[in-house]
T-cell receptor
Framework: GDSVTQMEGPVTLSEEAFLTINCTYT??????LFWYVQYPGEGLQLLLK?????DKGSNKGFEATYRKETTSFHLEKGSVQVSDSAVYFC????????????????FGKGTLLTVNP | EAQVTQNPRYLITVTGKKLTVTCSQN?????MSWYRQDPGLGLRQIYY???????DKGDVPEGYKVSRKEKRNFPLILESPSPNQTSLYFC?????????????FGSGTRLTVV
């Protein structure tokens, strides 16, 4: 079945450092890929998405490129801020089959990011 | 404001006492789903619904029930809660049209079963 593997945390960085959180996936067909962010005590918010190969999703300075050849969707940000401290989840929505299986989001285990001043 | 509303936010209960966590969305979404989040396991799908009166099991449905009598509401029912159902629960919704959209999540319900 579909699966998502993202780098283990926690990740601790200083403000203005460069961020990469690796994410790879296993899925048949052409899934859509997402990054969600969860701030402390809150629900998940969609950060960015990409729906086909070579698409680049971007939002709030974060970027991720859908790489079908390496089945990857790594999250990057050039200069992190303290306010970026959160848990980040990589997820995919499959393209195989019909009905409910086509709409299920499969998540990675999450990566806790802490940014220090 | 478009949102998914869950209640309660926090709940402590005793083993075996039936409980319901409510979920409501105001976006006219057809698809709704429940997830549980556990440390080291990420989010796992419990149940989902494609529309009114259409529900199906996700990856971890044991011990849970759902219903979808109205499009906006998708309650999660624990008939006889056990301590291994202590978790953080999220309700989410999505449109079935308009391409590969993501989900809109509620703020979560932290459930403790003692």
């Amino acid at each position: 079945g579909d699966s998502v593997t993202q780098m283990e945390g926690p990740v601790t960085l200083s403000e203005e450092a460069f961020l990469t959180i690796n994410c790879t996936y296993t899925a048949t067909g052409y899934p859509s890929l997402f990054w969600y962010v969860q701030y402390p005590g809150e629900g998940l918010q969609l950060l960015l998405k990409a729906t086909k190969a070579d698409d680049k999703g971007s939002n709030k300075g974060f970027e991720a490129t859908y790489r079908k050849e390496t089945t990857s969707f790594h999250l990057e940000k050039g200069s992190v801020q303290v306010s970026d401290s959160a848990v980040y989840f990589c997820a995919l929505r499959g393209s195989k089959g019909g009905g409910g299986s086509n709409y299920k989001l499969t998540f990675g285990k999450g990566t806790l990011l802490t940014v220090n001043p | 404001e478009a949102q998914v509303t869950q209640n309660p936010r926090y709940l402590i209960t005793v083993t075996g006492k039936k409980l319901t966590v409510t979920c409501s969305q105001n976006m006219n979404h057809e698809y709704m789903s429940w997830y549980r989040q556990d440390p080291g396991l990420g989010l796992r799908q419990i149940y989902y619904s494609m529309n009114v009166e259409v529900t199906d099991k996700g990856d971890v449905p044991e011990g849970y029930k759902v219903s979808r009598k109205e499009k906006r509401n998708f309650p999660l029912i624990l008939e006889s809660p056990s301590p291994n159902q202590t978790s953080l629960y999220f309700c989410a919704s999505s449109s079935l049209s308009g391409g590969a959209g993501g989900y809109t999540f509620g703020s979560g319900t932290r459930l403790t079963v003692v």
